[in-house]
């Protein structure tokens, strides 16, 4: 399991298809990444767990593809 302190603000966040799905913001505790909301097309803070995340090098990989992603975050004003 990839741990908190590997994941720093403005890391792009990749999906399994390699679809860009949002740029890290910050974590929201230990186990959720808040994304950005200038990056996001509805403008809004996006929430996804820790647990979705693959590998991190330069990027966050995700084991999940981009419109599953988009399906299954949440959303925070």
Same mark, same amino acid.
């Given at each position: 399991?990839?741990?908190?302190?590997? %994941?720093?603000?403005?890391?792009?966040?990749?999906?399994? !298809?390699?679809?860009?799905?949002?740029?890290?913001?910050?974590? +929201?505790?230990?186990?959720? %990444?808040?994304?950005?909301?200038? !990056?996001? +097309?509805?403008?809004?803070?996006?929430?996804?767990?820790?647990?979705?995340?693959?590998h991190v !090098?330069?990027?966050?990989?995700?084991?999940?593809?981009? +419109?599953?992603?988009?399906?299954?975050?949440?959303?925070?004003?």
């Amino acid at each position: 399991m990839v741990a908190a302190n590997e %994941i720093r603000e403005h890391m792009e966040v990749r999906a399994a !298809d390699g679809g860009h799905v949002g740029t890290v913001d910050h974590m +929201e505790g230990d186990s959720r %990444i808040k994304l950005t909301r200038r !990056d996001s +097309e509805d403008g809004q803070h996006h929430l996804i767990p820790l647990d979705w995340v693959d590998h991190v !090098d330069a990027h966050v990989h995700l084991n999940k593809d981009a +419109e599953e992603v988009r399906r299954q975050w949440s959303t925070m004003n």
